[in-house]
Each structure stands twice: as C-alpha cells, then as structure tokens.
C-alpha cells in the first residue's frame, strides 16, 4: 500500500517560518491531488492547501500570501512553506494525497498521513 510520513513540524515564534514536507512511498504509478490539513485543538481539521498533478494551487483564506505549497512528482512528496506564522496556526498539520493510483490494482485512492505538530508561540 502506501505510506505517508511527514516531518518539519515544531515549535516557533509568532512571526516565524517553517517548512513541511510529505512523501509518499509505495507501489504508485501517479497522484492527483496532494494537499495539507490540519486540526486545531477542538476545532474541526479544515483545508489548508491543496496542489493538483499540473500545478493548480488552492488555498484557504487565512494562509493566503502566507503559506505555499509544491511538490515534486519525481519523488512523490509535498511541501509546504509556512511564513508570518501566528498563534491561530497552532494545529496538528496532515498530509493527504487523493486520486493515486498504485500499480496493479485498479481504482484511486485516498491516503492521509499520521500529522505532525506545529505550534506557534505568542
């Protein structure tokens, strides 16, 4: 099958950066979508970025000229660059891939990594 596993998550400063990745291992012959979300701390996991096989971005309001998502298709793994991070950021960050499809079976898939941490202090 296939196997997210994220990293970069932490521990930061209002005003700082971090940079996520994401990647995807396994059987995979190709993915659609890849995309970040996350889940604040009671809150629902909500749309962060999300980025299609042609480069086609989406993102949500509050990380508009903030955050910013890529990929690289040789190597099956997703970014996301986060700057001017504040405390609202606070969240456990997942990863997910949608439309893959693994070799020899047919059918797409949608696949969602374990989440990691990332915390901003005020």
């Known amino acids: 099958q296939v196997q997210l596993v994220e990293s970069g998550g932490g521990l930061v400063q209002a005003g700082g950066s971090l940079s996520l990745s994401c990647v995807a291992s396994?059987?995979?012959?190709?993915?659609?979508?890849m995309g970040w979300y996350r889940r604040a701390p009671g809150n629902l996991r909500e749309l962060v970025a999300t980025?299609?096989?042609?480069?086609?971005?989406n993102y949500a309001e509050s990380v508009k000229g903030r955050f910013t998502i890529s990929r690289d298709n040789t190597k099956n793994t997703v970014y996301l660059q986060m700057n001017s991070l504040n405390p609202e950021d606070t969240a456990v960050y997942y990863c997910?891939?949608?439309?893959?499809?693994?070799?020899?079976?047919?059918?797409?898939?949608?696949?969602w990594g374990q989440g990691t941490q990332v915390t901003v202090s005020s």
């Open positions: 997910n891939v949608d439309g893959v499809e693994i070799y020899g079976q047919f059918g797409r898939y949608n696949y």
């Open positions: 396994g059987a995979i012959y190709s993915i659609d979508t």
């Open positions: 980025i299609t096989g042609s480069s086609t971005t």
